[in-house]
């Protein structure tokens, strides 16, 4: 029987033990093929990969103020593949900070807490069964 | 602030449960910790020198994560949070000054605790 494909995914934060965290938490929760980045030059260099979705920090440039920032970042990844699902991650709780997200294009955005995994969790889940909605609901419209 | 003997500014019972008690994790993530966190407390004081508001808040964002991984506790990371939650003002107040002295002297603290949890880890695992 064939192997399904692992889902991958990239984990991208400049702060490195909270990238661990994320590393940690994914490995020993969940069956993903993880790549991890701690700048987003390092995560738009690697694109070719192909990953499904992308776990990315809004503020990349907290510690090398001369790197890209979370929304440049997302900006390079949506005109590279406007398809792959981008969650953003912020430690602040701001509503400016959420809408910037959103006017974007990223598919979600998470404050970072004690429980930013399991809220990770969620949403990616709920963004493969939209997808495999999606898909169904094209299967039958191609149909009709 | 003041730790007694019996109080301690860490508490590593989180990253022991996030890693199952995986000692060679615990000690990679202690390893970034004290890599990693002076090199923000210096962006927090370099922001002072040159009332850079904007990197200080950068700085305190970086911050405030690490805390409840390290066991930091609620009382020290609202320090941090009272700081986030200043308004932009265009000079940097002797008290918010005082709040980042104060948490540079906290994680000065948690880095002797943290360096001693190395060892401990390490004399166990010879």
């Given amino acids: ?144 | 602030m003041n730790a007694t003997a019996k109080e301690k500014y860490t508490n590593l019972n989180y990253l022991k449960q996030l890693t199952e008690g995986d000692t060679i994790l615990i000690e990679e993530m202690i390893r970034i910790y004290l890599r990693q966190t002076p090199l923000i407390i210096d962006a927090m004081k370099e922001s002072l020198v040159h009332n850079d508001w904007q990197s200080l808040q950068e700085a305190i964002h970086k911050i405030i994560p690490s805390f409840s991984i390290m066991g930091i506790g609620y009382d020290i990371e609202s320090i941090a949070r009272r700081i986030q939650k200043y308004e932009y003002s265009l000079t940097i107040s002797k008290e918010i000054q005082a709040q980042v002295f104060e948490l540079e002297t906290i994680c000065e603290e948690a880095f002797k605790e943290l360096e001693a949890e190395l060892k401990n880890i390490k004399e166990n695992t010879l």
């Fill in chain 1, 1 to 144: 029987m064939k192997t399904p494909k692992k889902i991958k995914l990239f984990l991208v934060d400049d702060d490195a033990l909270f990238l661990k965290l994320l590393e940690i938490e994914f490995h020993h929760h969940a069956d993903f093929a993880i790549e991890t980045f701690e700048s987003g030059e390092r995560c738009i260099e690697n694109l070719s990969h192909n990953p499904d979705i992308i776990v990315l920090d809004y503020h990349l440039n907290g510690i090398d103020k001369n790197a890209i920032n979370g929304i440049e970042t997302l900006d390079k990844i949506k005109s590279y593949n406007s398809k792959i699902p981008v969650i953003m991650l912020s430690s602040q709780d701001k509503i400016e900070v959420a809408v910037d997200c959103m006017h974007h294009n990223a598919f979600d955005y998470i404050v970072k807490s004690e429980t930013a995994f399991v809220r990770l969790q969620k949403v990616i889940t709920s963004f493969f069964q939209f997808q495999k909605m999606e898909r169904e609901l094209n299967w039958y419209m191609s149909r009709m």
